[in-house]
């Protein structure tokens, strides 16, 4: 079935480093691809989404590019903030778009 | 900005006994959805809940779980006899239209059972 698979963490950096969170999918049809954030506390939030290939989401900041033909959807951010410690799951919508497959999340924190 | 909220944040029970956990979906989504996330591990689909009644569910949603929705507001997930595999986070989402366009999470209730 449909799958997920992003880099296991915690990932730390410093602030104002570059960030890259790897994600790759197995899917039939194409899906929807999504970066979700989670902070401390709170739900999981939509942080931005592509619908079909070589489109880009981008938000915060944060973008992901949609390729097809390496099944991913990257998150990056070139230069990360403290306010970004949070976890982020990679995650796909399957072909009748409305369950979410995600991946396990990957923890970031950002140090001052 | 509309949010699905969810009660309570962290719950407490005890082995073989039954627990409910409640969302509020905003108000004018059609559709309702429950996932677990195992401590370390992914977030799982449980279930979908359309014109009241189930839509779709996993392999998780066994003969031990329902879902409910018992007025016009709450949507319910009820586990009856719970083990301690079930200690997870439990997030409840909606959408209007049954995709992702509007597709909403709570913040999770967090079930522990001893």
């Known amino acids: 079935g449909d799958s997920v698979t992003q880099m296991e963490g915690p990932v730390t950096l410093s602030e104002e480093a570059f960030l890259t969170i790897n994600c790759t999918y197995t899917?039939?049809?194409?899906?929807?691809l999504f970066w979700y954030v989670q902070y401390p506390g709170e739900g999981l939030q939509l942080l931005l989404k592509?619908?079909?290939?070589?489109d880009k989401g981008s938000n915060k900041g944060f973008e992901a590019t949609y390729r097809k033909e390496t099944t991913s959807f990257h998150l990056e951010k070139g230069s990360v903030q403290v306010s970004d410690s949070a976890v982020y799951f990679c995650?796909?919508?399957?072909?009748?778009?409305?369950?979410?497959?995600f991946g396990k999340g990957t923890r970031l924190h950002i140090l001052p | 900005e509309p949010e699905v909220t969810q009660t309570p944040s962290h719950q407490v029970t005890q082995m073989g006994q039954e627990v409910i956990l409640r969302c509020v979906p905003i108000?004018?989504?059609?559709?309702f959805y429950w996932y677990r996330q195992i401590l370390g591990q992914k977030v799982e689909f449980l279930v979908s809940?359309?014109?009241?009644?189930?839509?779709?569910k996993s392999e998780i949603f066994d003969d031990q779980f329902s879902v409910e929705r018992p007025d016009g507001s709450n949507f319910t997930l009820k586990i009856r006899s719970t083990k301690l595999e079930d200690s997870a986070m439990y997030f409840c989402?909606?959408?209007?239209?049954?995709?992702?366009?509007?597709?909403?999470f709570g913040s999770g209730t967090r079930l522990t059972v001893v």
């Open positions: 989402a909606s959408s209007l239209q049954g995709d992702f366009r509007s597709y909403t």
């Open positions: 899917a039939t049809g194409y899906p929807s």
């Open positions: 592509a619908t079909k290939a070589d």
């Open positions: 995650a796909l919508s399957d072909k009748r778009g409305d369950k979410i497959i």
């Open positions: 108000s004018n989504h059609l559709y």
């Open positions: 809940f359309y014109n009241n009644e189930i839509s779709e």
